[in-house]
C-alpha cells in the first residue's frame, strides 16, 4: 500500500471502489489493500455529467478513516473545481477532472492543485488528445478512459490505445499514466505494451472471491508472466 505513488515508477493496481460491496466497504478496502493493490480509485458521479450516481465527499471520509492508503479520486461532475475542495477536505489527494467539464483545462488544473493535491485529467473515449493538451504541462497524470465513463463493468475499448500511445510520448519524468475501465486478465498486457503506468481496475477485481490471487494475476500478466 502507498501513501505517495509518484515517488515510483512501478506500474500500479488500484482497485476502482465502484465495484465494491458499500454494504461493507472498510472491509472491502482492507481486503484489497491486504491482498496487494497499490492504492484506490474513487469514482465521483453527480447523475449529470453521467448517468450515474455514485458518493461525494460523506464516503471519501468515512473511506479515509479505513486506511492511509492514497486516494485516487476521479471526478466525473459537470462542477469539478467547485467541489475539489470538498474532496481534498474529505482525503482526496489526487483529484482528476474530465476535459469536457471545463471551458479552461488549464486554468481547472491550477485551481485543483492549488488546494495541495495532486491533479489529473481525463477524457473520454471520443474526445480527441488535442484537447487536454493545453494543460499537459500543469497536470500530475493523464487518465485514459477505455470505456464511456458511468458504471463498472463494461466492455475494453482497444480504440483508446493510440490515445494512450500518443500521450505517453509528451509526459514528463514525473508523470503518471493511467487507464480506466474495462482492464481484466485479457486486456491488461494491451494497455502494459501501450505504455500505461497506473491500472484502474473495477469490477475484475471486485467481482472475484478471492481478491488477492486475482491481483497477483494481474500482476504477473504486467511482468509478463
Ligand atoms: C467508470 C469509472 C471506472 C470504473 C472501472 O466510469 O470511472 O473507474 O469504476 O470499473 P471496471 O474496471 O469494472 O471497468
Ligand atoms: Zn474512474
Redesign the pocket.
Known sequence: MLHDPFKSTQRMILP?I??ADFAKLGNEIEDVLAGGADFL?L?VMDGHF?PNISFGPPVIKSARKATPAFFDV?V?ISDPVGYAPAMVKAGAQNVTFQVETVDDPAKAAQDIKRLGCTVGITLNPATPVERILPALDHVNLVLIMS?V??????KFMPEVLPKCEAVKKRLRADQRLEI????HLETITQARDAGVDWY?????IFDTPDRKATIAALRGKLDGR
Request: aromatic share 4%; glycine share 24%.
Open positions: 476502482s465502484l465495484s480509485h469514482d453521467v476521479h466525473m470505456v465513463p458511468g458504471f463498472g463493468g463494461q480506466d475501465g474495462g482492464i484502474v481496475i473495477g469490477s475484475a
